[in-house]
């Protein structure tokens, strides 16, 4: 029979007055047997907290517990006060021994035990830490959108047609037609500019990779933005700007406890975030000016520039060329003194962007065409009849405002804060070509 | 050539300065001409404004245009100014005629219609203000949650197995081996109680419902809560009545005007929430004593009652029969004088609830199992094999502690508010047995 005694956290044990009886809860985090006395670390949600238990059985590791006793000053325990004279309530069963020693400071168990125990592995608190970290950042997104003007939108993930991108799409039996998953709402939140004229998604997303690498994943969360009523990309990156801050801010405001515990390297995001044409970006990698896209090492170089030259984690290359970009990405505008001219035979650069964290790809972004009859060529030109887009041209043709956006991959974003080797240990749990479980 | 000069939103417009040259972007929303004059309304996402056109073509209605012109105070436009002498620039080709007059002030267009041009009929100033209820409910959702120690949580939309309901389950060819679309975050918002204790998702579920009606869709977007170290379902409803009154302040704080737009009834929530037995709750309709499940004639009464007596438009009932309950739900444990007796023959009544908002359940939650052997023996009482359930058994056997929690749809939530006739009326682009597009 539990207590009706109120529960304090571990976290607030310091805060009780020494004498009082006290109530916690939570999971049995490690025994450590001595000679006279066995010590009890409790693990909640809030932390950790000790108790000195003098007679009595302590139930196994991963036990949950209930754990009334007095709070006793002890300038050795965490927080500088335990609890003495337990009296210990299992709450379940003695839990089964864990896959690894959770109570370790660090986990030190290969990726396929961490995956194949993922419901058990994610209670180690440094890994709970790496979530913190996302949720946290998802929190600081939403938080400044909101303050801009958006508006959350939440779009269907079943769609007719793998038009967007043809390849990497599921198929799932749709009440006995074929239907596939969203790769993104790409598509949707073009439409909702229409209506909202500035949106926000958070939400699942899927790929069917073929590919067996540490950076993608066949579902993975994606934070999308699109707004209307821009002048060109650049107003699409400052809004970024302001959002990666915010992410940035969320952290530090809300999982300042994790950032410690996972030792994650919080970038700071500079007022403005420099940027270099593509063309220049490739003038100073040293790479052939016909390179249709940057390497990997380019990628790399150019963060490590963007590091030496602006002190800056962030580095953005505009101007990609139209040839590696989707169909609806708006062709180069910033006309100007400081335009680089169209190499010949070229299709042009593009109001498009990469954002590059630590001279890694983070955010692909930039504008999108929004007059009916360049979504008509643009569709033509791919060899496609405009008839097979004609839901999603409904909104251009009823008058669509000039607008862009961008997408941040959510665990591509953790896992370069927190410098894992692998996306698959900031996502809670993975799906990929071979993993469905658990 | 767009001017440079900063945007004013509609809704800022009234603030402006009379005899200043102000910038105004956004949709023609509609066009009156007079004889000496055309009156062009403008629309952006803050609302309306009056330009007042004395020479030139007016784009026709839908066409995103930028007005440059002069802030002159008329008492009869909105806000008490309107822009006179503009230079209109249209941002895009003219917009073709809209499938219904969106200017018009209720949208008389029938469902079809409605569905079927989705991405303009959201345009509308009262069906935009639905999604407007929706989002700030969200906001609400997750501030009441955030502020009560709850972690945002992602969890995959492809599950290995069908084994949560068995039934109305899409299937998915995954790299070539069957995949299936989570009905629900369930089975994985249990697992994290383990490692974060308080968790919540907001995020799509799939179901593959073979039934046309109002009320159901293939796919909708879930509002879900899952939190440990409970007593019993009655800790789960006080949360949830935290969750509701958190979403209607935040309609209250972010969507003041929606509520205007719609005319919706935005319910009071009472500091409790009124629990009757479903036992009772059958006496007190008159049905017999052995009925399984409530039908929505009782649910109506009930919710009358909860009126009358109460003056509350909720109503929770407690207590559903195990059999009518999915397997991991915990029995009735509220032992003591109140508690009534199981009827002879039946498998007893249950740790759960369903809340009845306005005589319609909104919700259904409660306290789940969360001993191993129980589940063992749940599963066994359906004739199926635990190792089938490996992957979701691993929490409980590394140790679990009281939990339970709940799910609420976001689309009957808003549907109820808004008193419309069909839940596809307040989702942005449905999925239907028969609707896979726009």
Chains 1, 2 share one sequence.
């Not at 809860?25 to 693990?43: I, K, Q, S």
């Not at 002890?74 to 864990?98: C, K, R, Y």
């Not at 360049?374 to 791919?382: E, F, G, V």
Request: charge should be negative; proline fraction near 8%.
């Amino acid at each position: 029979m539990r207590s009706t005694l109120q529960r304090t956290l571990c976290s607030d044990l310091s805060t009780a007055e020494p004498g009082t009886t006290v109530r916690l809860e939570g999971w049995v985090h490690r025994r450590r047997e001595l000679a006279a006395l066995t010590f009890l670390v409790l693990r909640d949600r809030s932390g950790l907290a000790q108790v000195v238990v003098r007679s009595g059985e302590v139930p196994p590791e991963e036990t949950t517990v209930e754990v009334v006793g007095t709070a006793t000053a002890n300038a050795q325990a965490p927080g500088g006060v335990e609890v003495t004279d337990p009296v210990i309530t299992a709450l379940t069963e003695p839990a089964a021994t864990p896959p690894v020693e959770l109570w370790r400071p660090t986990l030190s168990a290969g990726l396929p035990t961490m995956l194949d125990h993922a419901p058990v592995t994610w209670r180690h608190p440094v890994q709970r830490a790496r979530w913190e970290l996302a949720a946290a950042s998802v929190r600081g997104f939403r938080a400044t959108l909101d303050a801009a003007g958006f508006t959350e939108v939440q779009t269907p993930k079943f769609v007719e047609s793998a038009t967007e991108s043809g390849a990497n799409v599921f198929a799932v039996d749709y009440f006995g037609r074929p239907a596939y998953l969203a790769q993104s709402p790409q598509f949707y939140k073009q439409q909702l500019v229409g209506v909202f004229e500035r949106v926000y998604e958070v939400g699942p997303v899927f790929r069917a990779e073929p590919h067996d690498t540490v950076r993608h994943l066949a579902e993975y969360v994606s934070l999308d933005v699109e707004l209307g009523f821009i002048r060109d990309h650049r107003d699409v990156l400052r809004v970024l700007r302001d959002v990666v801050a915010g992410m940035v801010a969320g952290i530090h405001e809300h999982a300042a406890d994790a950032v410690e515990r996972t030792g994650a390297q919080v970038p700071v995001v500079p007022e403005e975030i420099p940027v270099v044409h593509f063309r220049d970006a490739l003038a100073m990698v040293g790479a052939p000016a016909d390179e249709p896209d940057l390497a990997p090492e380019h990628e790399r170089a150019l963060g490590a520039w963007a590091l030496e030259e602006h002190g800056s984690d962030f580095l953005a290359v505009e101007g990609y060329p139209m040839a590696k970009r989707p169909f609806y990405t708006h062709p180069w505008s910033r006309d100007g003194a400081g335009a680089p001219p169209r190499p010949p035979g070229h299709a042009g650069w593009s109001n498009s962007f990469d954002l590059l964290f630590r001279g890694l790809e983070l955010v692909t972004g930039g504008q999108r065409l929004h007059t009916p009859s360049s979504y008509d060529a643009a569709i033509r030109a791919r060899g496609e009849d405009p008839a097979a887009y004609a839901a999603y041209l409904q909104a251009f043709r009823h008058g669509m405002p000039p607008h862009g956006g961008f997408a941040i991959g959510l665990e591509r974003w953790t896992a370069r804060l927190t410098g894992v080797a692998n996306i698959r240990e900031v996502t809670l749990f993975p799906r990929d070509l071979h993993r469905l479980t658990p």
